[in-house]
């Protein structure tokens, strides 16, 4: 294949940056992939981007192992589309990373250790009906934030116009708080495919509370027609304030802080 032939060429010196896009039409074997990502991800690697095609989502991770050895101290910059991204617990192989985006499904639980130079993190969660769980857990993604002490930015991407969820309006009593996480550094946060669900308001309320530097929290949404009311109890739920414009509505935003 002629991308081996390009990656013998280069075997033995210091690929910078890796983009690897695998369009649909191709069938690639897991295993030939690994061997490309093994050849390519040495020392002094700065930027890898993996791109693939979207049944790969739930039938490929990226190979961690890959980054021991000093091999994913040097990446700056990593993205990851339609495959798994699960390091294990106590892993510290990425310290220079400052920008990670992950193309994630949201049906599997997500662990995180030791980003600590990570400032941008961009996160898609997709995934078919039956992954769109009404029980899955946004708070799950409070570990990604909190190692991070040095992130500055996050925007959360939620692909789910026909997820069926528990709405917020439907018991505001009883809201979880995760305590000690403290994200100092958080300036500013996107949601886009924000919606009603109680446990999505739950991660909002979360934010607002924790992160004492924040100075901007942006919403989108089209599908939840309540998103102003939402807004609204966000905003007395966290005691913080939020402005929540008359309608129509396409962006809400919190800010003086």
């Given at each position: 294949?002629?991308?081996?032939?390009?990656?013998?060429?280069?075997?033995?010196?210091?690929?910078?940056?890796?983009?690897?896009?695998?369009?649909?039409?191709?069938?690639?074997?897991?295993?030939?992939?690994?061997?490309?990502?093994?050849?390519?991800?040495?020392?002094?690697?700065?930027?890898?981007?993996?791109?693939?095609?979207?049944?790969?989502?739930?039938?490929?991770?990226?190979?961690?192992?890959?980054?021991?050895?000093?091999?994913?101290?040097?990446?700056?910059?990593?993205?990851?589309?339609?495959?798994?991204?699960?390091?294990?617990?106590?892993?510290?192989?990425l310290?220079?990373?400052?920008?990670?985006?992950?193309?994630?499904?949201?049906?599997?639980?997500?662990?995180?250790?030791?980003?600590?130079?990570?400032?941008?993190?961009?996160?898609?969660?997709?995934?078919?009906?039956?992954?769109?769980?009404?029980?899955?857990?946004?708070?799950?993604?409070?570990?990604?934030?909190?190692?991070?002490?040095a992130?500055?930015?996050?925007?959360?991407?939620?692909?789910?116009?026909?997820?069926?969820?528990?709405?917020?309006?439907?018991?505001?009593?009883?809201?979880?708080?995760?305590?000690?996480?403290?994200?100092?550094r958080?300036?500013?946060?996107?949601?886009?495919?924000?919606?009603?669900?109680?446990?999505?308001?739950?991660?909002t309320?979360?934010?607002?509370?924790?992160?004492?530097?924040?100075?901007?929290?942006?919403?989108?949404?089209?599908?939840?027609?309540?998103?102003?009311?939402?807004?609204?109890?966000?905003?007395?739920?966290?005691?913080?304030?939020?402005?929540?414009?008359?309608?129509?509505?396409k962006?809400?935003?919190?800010?003086?802080?």
């Amino acid at each position: 294949m002629r991308v081996d032939h390009i990656l013998e060429n280069h075997s033995g010196t210091v690929v910078k940056t890796l983009k690897l896009e695998i369009p649909d039409y191709c069938k690639v074997d897991t295993c030939q992939l690994n061997r490309w990502l093994h050849i390519a991800i040495t020392p002094g690697i700065e930027e890898v981007t993996l791109l693939l095609p979207e049944n790969y989502m739930t039938k490929y991770s990226f190979p961690c192992s890959l980054l021991f050895g000093g091999c994913g101290n040097s990446i700056r910059y990593l993205r990851l589309m339609d495959c798994a991204f699960r390091p294990p617990v106590g892993f510290d192989c990425l310290r220079s990373l400052t920008k990670l985006h992950l193309y994630e499904r949201v049906n599997t639980p997500m662990v995180a250790d030791n980003f600590l130079n990570l400032k941008y993190l961009n996160m898609y969660l997709a995934g078919d009906y039956e992954a769109f769980s009404p029980a899955y857990d946004y708070l799950s993604l409070v570990p990604f934030l909190d190692a991070s002490p040095a992130l500055e930015a996050f925007i959360l991407i939620v692909n789910g116009k026909d997820m069926k969820h528990v709405s917020v309006f439907g018991n505001a009593s009883h809201m979880r708080q995760i305590l000690g996480h403290k994200h100092d550094r958080l300036k500013k946060v996107q949601i886009n495919g924000f919606c009603s669900a109680k446990r999505m308001v739950e991660l909002t309320c979360h934010i607002l509370e924790n992160a004492s530097s924040l100075e901007s929290l942006t919403v989108n949404t089209i599908f939840d027609v309540f998103l102003r009311g939402v807004m609204m109890l966000v905003g007395a739920l966290s005691k913080r304030k939020v402005n929540v414009p008359p309608f129509p509505w396409k962006h809400i935003k919190h800010s003086g802080l």
